[in-house]
Structure formats: C-alpha cells, structure tokens
C-alpha cells in the first residue's frame, strides 16, 4: 500500500482513538517500524501535522486540532480550480504546461468532479504580461548579466538604466523586476509594464547580494502589513461593511473590539501594524463613508486630506 494511505490511517486513528503507535502501523501495512517512523517525520515536516509521542503511552496523537486529511477531497479540488483559473490569466503563470493542471486532476475524486463548473475564482484586475520582455530579464537574473532597459516613469518618459536582475515578485496583479542598479549602486524595483525594451550585455553583474539583503529589501517595500518597523493603526468600520470586516484577517496580530457610535450607529474597530501607509489609505478609501482611519493622527489626516482633494476636485463647482 502506498504512503498516502498509511498517512490516512495514522490520522484516522488519531482522531478516533486518540493515539497511535508505530507497531500498529506497521503491522497492518507490513512495513518496518522505520517506515511508519519515516511516515510521521513527513506528517511534522510537510503536512504541519502537531504530532506529538505521549511516552506514556507509547504513541503519536495530536497536540492541536488538525483537519487535513478530514476535508483533503474538498482542498483539492479548491486548488484545482483555483490553478485552472490563474492560468487562464498569463501574467499569473505565464509559461505553465495545463499538461500539470490535468494531472492534478486526476487526485480530484470522482463524486467532486461535477462540482468542478459550480465552483468559479474570480480573479481582481492586472496588468498584462510581456512574455518576451520577461524572458530577457529571466535569463538575465539566471546568467547573472547584466540587461540595459528603457524604463518609462509615470508620465511616460523613457531612461536608459543598466541593471542586474534579482528577484521578481507579483503583487496585487502586477509584476515587478527587483534589480541592482548598475549606475545607482543601489537595489531598485521596476515595475514589468513600465520597460519599454530590453537588451542583454556580455556582463557580469558588479555585485552579488545575499538573500538576506533581498528578503530585507522585499519586506520594507512590498504589503501593507510587511517591513522592519511599523506603527499600530486602528480603522473603524460601519455598517454594513463591519459584517464583513469582522471576519477577515488582515495580519496575525490584528485585533478587534466592537462598539457603537451614537452618530453611526454598530461598528468594528481593527488595529493592526502597518509598514506603508498610502497602501492603507488606499485601501480604506475604497470603503468610502463605510470606514475610517482613527489613530494616529497623522495617518487619519493624510486620509482626511485625501477625501477633501476629491471633493475639491470632483464636487466643488467651478
């Protein structure tokens, strides 16, 4: 019998009984106690699974609620169409084969797979991938040359920047290039849609970075909610949006507290760290009168700022 299934019972008997011991594993699929052994360090090691030895006892159990194998038919096929949904984008998977969609197809039970095409993904807005443009910076970061690019800013006006590609990340629909700039001495980030062309040199890099500095550089730039150092902001919400708030997870350490403002009426309030402001107000804004920034005061006011440079904008007559 294969591994998934001895991984199956060691579960199964888990949650039955509370504790299973190798000898019984090992007898009922006539494998050495080194296999089962084998089988739970896969359980900790890949799966997550809490799985503790009781020495008392003389078995495994659970030291945390776990239901992996419980409702693995229905993760699987969530995953399933999850995949088949990015790649129907490119700038997601830009050069998967569906020959690997179809073969996780095959783990989908039979009795799921009607509830394939009752089942949608939607997809929020993003940016159309150069797939061509993308495989010059790929071979650059892979070679550890050099690429020149034309790189136009938000006005649209083109620069000549050398640069060694190091990482590539996708955020919020969008791909961007992080590079060492040649010329900057500095690591930059380019926005994919925003390179104009690109031509590879018959140059080494000038200087190789550790994952470290790039972990450090990625984490002070990209989410709301990463970086080195951030500040505790607490966001209101209102009615009908706090229903839906109140069950989300913005970060780890979030926390929420429910009141009532005489004016507003029911409300939520979420505090949270945050690293990058402008992405939260951007975010906040797009709940209009049903949210708002509380504390502190120089983020509430920046989002305050924001609000009153639309209405000049838009609402006052002219």
Same mark, same amino acid.
């Given at each position: ?251 780890? *350490? ?47 006011? *920046? ?16």
């Amino acid at each position: 019998m294969s591994q998934s299934e001895r991984l199956q019972y060691i579960d199964t008997a888990i949650r039955e009984k509370g504790i299973v011991t190798v000898q019984e594993v090992a007898q009922k699929f006539e494998v050495s106690p080194r296999t089962v052994k084998r089988d739970i360090e896969y359980l900790r090691a890949r799966i997550s699974a809490p799985v503790e030895y009781v020495s008392h006892k003389k078995g495994y159990c659970y030291s945390l609620p776990f239901d992996y194998f419980t409702y693995k038919n229905e993760r699987i096929l969530l995953f399933y169409i999850f995949l088949t949904k990015l790649i129907e984008s490119p700038t997601h998977f830009p050069f998967i084969d569906k020959n690997i969609i179809n073969n996780i197809k095959k783990y989908v039970k039979a009795q799921y797979l009607p509830l394939i095409s009752k089942i949608s993904y939607e997809i929020e807005e993003w940016e159309e991938l150069n797939i061509a443009l993308f495989s010059k910076l790929f071979a650059a970061l892979r070679d550890n040359i050099i690429v020149t690019i034309q790189y136009a800013d938000a006005k649209g006006t083109a620069t000549k920047r050398d640069i060694s590609p190091q990482h590539f990340i996708h955020y919020e629909g969008r791909w961007y290039c992080i590079a060492y700039d040649e010329h900057k001495k500095q690591l930059r980030t380019f926005l994919l849609s925003r390179i104009k062309d690109a031509t590879l040199q018959n140059k080494k890099q000038s200087k190789v970075l550790s994952n470290d500095e790039l972990q450090k550089y990625i984490c002070s730039t990209y989410g709301i909610y990463k970086g080195i150092s951030g500040q505790k902001v607490c966001v209101r919400f209102y009615e009908p949006v706090s229903n839906i708030v109140k069950k989300q997870v913005w970060h780890p *350490q979030q926390a929420m507290r429910q009141g009532n403002d005489q004016r507003y009426g029911n409300y939520i309030e979420l505090v949270l760290p945050v690293y990058h402001p402008q992405e939260l107000l951007g975010k906040i804004l797009r709940y209009g009168k049903n949210a708002e920034i509380v504390s502190p005061k120089e983020i509430r006011q *920046q989002w305050l700022d924001a609000i009153n440079e639309a209405y000049t904008r838009f609402c006052q007559k002219k």
